[in-house]
């Protein structure tokens, strides 16, 4: 019984109140480019978190893209060269 009894306190403890979810999603309203320029503030929590999750898929096809020609462009120049340390020093 113990064990139960300390399994329902750790997860009390983890909890989060519904204040802080709304200001949670409050925040992330505010980072997507695709909900702070709507003009009207109702927008549903789930929606924000679909909107979340497409928007990091988007910054990651966005990386993979940068990463793709930035491989491209160091492979036409001589790795010697000033541009290639200037790249070099951008990825570091």
């Known amino acids: ?8 306190s750790s997860a009390t403890v983890s909890r ?13 309203r505010q980072l997507l480019p695709e909900i ?3 003009r009207s503030d109702k927008v ?3 929606k924000v978190l679909q909107e979340t ?20 462009l160091l492979a036409t120049i001589d790795a010697d060269s000033a541009e290639a ?5 951008l990825i570091m």
């Open 36 to 38: 702070r320029n709507r």
């Open 53 to 72: 999750c497409n928007y990091i898929r988007s910054l990651h096809r966005e990386v993979d893209d940068l990463s793709e020609r930035l491989s491209q």
């Open 16 to 28: 989060i109140s519904d204040d802080q979810i709304i200001e949670l999603v409050s925040k992330l």
């Open 1 to 8: 019984m113990s064990s139960r009894r300390s399994r329902q």
């Open 44 to 46: 549903s929590a789930s």
């Open 85 to 89: 340390a200037i790249i070099r020093s």
